[in-house]
């Protein structure tokens, strides 16, 4: 392991610059750099960003001449080889943020050259794509992670801790609502929107959450949507999605779910998003609205707009510390912190001939690992694929998970001939 200073050296690479970067990985990094990492399994560690890559390079020129004194000189690869460049290159772990279809791309080249990976949500599309990754990060002995920051969320963690100790007994159905404004969809992500849904991009989120917290078999995924606005009334471009999981539970019961999603809420919205949940249970119900949790602010000339009047200082905020230090912290930036410290410690952990065990060990870790996250992927494609038949003309499909046909089986009204979008077991 190279060493900076006499101390351990990680190094990370970043393959995508946009928003998701400037929100949690760019402080994260300027904080590490500041002050390092440190546990008590490896010890002091110096983790520092050293390359990233993007398709022209911009945005990590303007922040490399922004954030001098706060992060060391990296390497810019930028064009149609710049993942391969950052994945050759000698870094120790590579960040995904990429536009979601470009996640499974990005990521097999980061684990084919032997780097532990960390993607954002959804990891990939496709259970396909998921099998493989899983399958070469057993071959070449290295993490293979994804972020879900929700997880992290203080609420969420009280919810799962409710579960888990029996205080609320079996869910029996829920509702899940987020809700981004048009900026996400008409600037942010206006060039690669076109076929996409606000489903994919944020629905996973609470999927993960559903799955994670609940446990239980997925067994019927439904989905239906409005088109319009962001796209054409004809086009597989989708405004909003309304999502159903339906799951089977070892007892014989089930539960469903509602998610919905959309990316044209009117940018004057008083929060950054809107987002709730609410979940039934069999003595009791848990209800949560993240966006009246906490702060409202009025300032003349800044809100609605360039300040939100409903801040979110649990997911990312800048604080000025009572020791008068500036930080950004929050559970954006845990998550994936968090992954950080497992790379150490498969590292830098013990000795050598313990790695293959201490990396089992952070595999079981079912929160982040790619191989957990068969259902929420089989949620994702099956959405995509009813959708696809919706834009086509054909709504109202229907997707059997693990059925006689196959995993992944879609039903489509009027045809006789399902259609297996994934022939093995979920």
Known sequence: ???????????????????????????????????????????????????????????????????KGKIYPFEIYAGPNALRQ????????????TPDPRHYAAAKLAIEHGKHVLIEKPSVLRLQELD????????????????????????HKKLRTLVADGVLKHVNNGYCSLLEPKRIAFEQFAEWIAGRNPGTYVAVH?????????????????????RGLVGSPEENTWDSVQLRLEYRYDDGREAAF??????????????????????RFDNGVWNAHQRRRGVEV???????????????????GAFLEPWNERSVRGYGLEAIERFIQEVAYVELGGAEDQRERRLEEVRALDYADLAADRQVVAAVQAMEAILEEHARGHPGSLVHVNCPDGGLVLHRPGSADPKVLYAGEV
């Open 1 to 67: 392991m190279p060493t900076r200073r006499n101390r351990p050296l990680l190094r990370a690479g970043m393959a995508g610059m946009g928003m998701i970067f400037d929100e949690t990985y760019r402080p994260l990094f300027e904080r590490l750099h500041r002050e390092k990492l440190y546990t008590p399994a490896s010890g002091p560690v110096e983790v520092e960003l050293v390359a990233t890559a993007s398709r022209t390079g911009r945005r990590a020129r303007r922040y490399l001449e922004q954030a």
């Open 86 to 97: 950052l994945a050759e290159s000698d870094v120790d772990f590579i960040c995904v943020a």
């Open 206 to 226: 609470y999927i993960k959450l559903i799955d994670f917290t609940f446990g239980g078999r997925l067994t019927r995924v439904t989905a239906t949507g409005q």
């Open 258 to 279: 509602d998610i919905h999603t959309s990316w044209v809420t009117p940018d004057n919205f008083p929060g950054y998003v809107e987002q709730e949940v609410q979940f």
């Open 298 to 316: 009025t300032v003349e000339g800044l809100t609605p707009h360039e300040l939100k009047i409903n801040l979110n200082n649990h997911y990312n």
């Open 132 to 155: 493989e990754l899983v399958e070469l990060a057993r071959e070449r002995s290295v993490l293979a992670r994804v972020v879900y920051h929700k997880l992290f969320d203080p609420d």
